[in-house]
């Protein structure tokens, strides 16, 4: 465990020099964290200070970026919520 949280110190040490964007740089802290991220392809719900919305998590930038479900309309980025993976009928 002593590993991991040397790892995640160093992880969050570049995230604050980035200023919070994870592509400041070579983008390698980007790259990373969407490697890590299970979340992004799948349709979610983000429940929000401003309400919930419903749509494809497609990028961080920082924030979560979601995708309207038809794929058309605009992209929201959510900085804040409680995120919850959207199951469908199959």
């Known amino acids: ?3 991991c949280g040397y790892h ?3 992880l969050l040490a570049a995230w604050e020099a980035s200023g919070g964007d994870p592509d400041a740089g070579a983008g ?4 990373q964290l969407r490697g890590a991220c299970t979340t992004l392809g799948q349709t979610v719900r983000v429940t929000g ?3 919930a919305i419903t749509g494809t998590a497609v ?3 920082p924030g979560l970026v979601l ?6 309309g605009p992209r929201h980025v959510v900085t804040a919520g409680d995120v919850a993976t959207v199951r469908t009928a199959r």
């Open 28 to 31: 390698t802290l980007g790259a």
């Open 49 to 51: 200070p401003a309400g």
């Open 8 to 10: 995640l110190n160093e």
């Open 1 to 3: 465990m002593d590993d």
């Open 59 to 61: 990028d961080l930038a």
């Open 67 to 72: 995708q309207g479900d038809d794929g058309a």
